[in-house]
């Protein structure tokens, strides 16, 4: 199964391949933005992608992105399936509860 990292703050979990990013952010108990309903709308679900591999930027995220201002080095947690160990980082998860 893989493990997804998160940093800062250093959680760890494991799921499921296939989860989406955005289910194991909430599964690990930290703040995620979602106003659009996880639709690939709003963009304000970026996080980084430290290491590990994920999928190419299908169009419908670069646009989201484009459209909402989105740094393009982010990448948005709720068009991303996990079939690998990852290493994620948003800047607001230091102070989460962890």
Not at 49 to 56: A, K, P
Not at 75 to 98: E, K, N, P, T
Request: hydrophobic share 40%; glycine share 10%; with cysteine.
């Amino acid at each position: 199964m893989p493990e997804i990292q998160f940093r800062p703050g250093g959680a760890r979990i494991e799921v499921e391949p296939g989860t989406r990013l955005i289910d194991a952010i909430r599964s690990a108990g930290l703040p995620i933005a979602s106003p659009c309903g996880d639709d690939l709308i709003c963009g304000k679900c970026g996080v980084r992608i430290v290491s590990g591999e994920v999928s190419h930027e299908a169009k419908v995220e670069r646009d989201a992105k484009l459209h909402n201002r989105v740094p393009i080095e982010l990448r948005l947690a709720c068009a991303i399936r996990v079939r690998h160990d990852l290493v994620v980082s948003a800047d607001y998860w230091g102070s989460a509860r962890q």
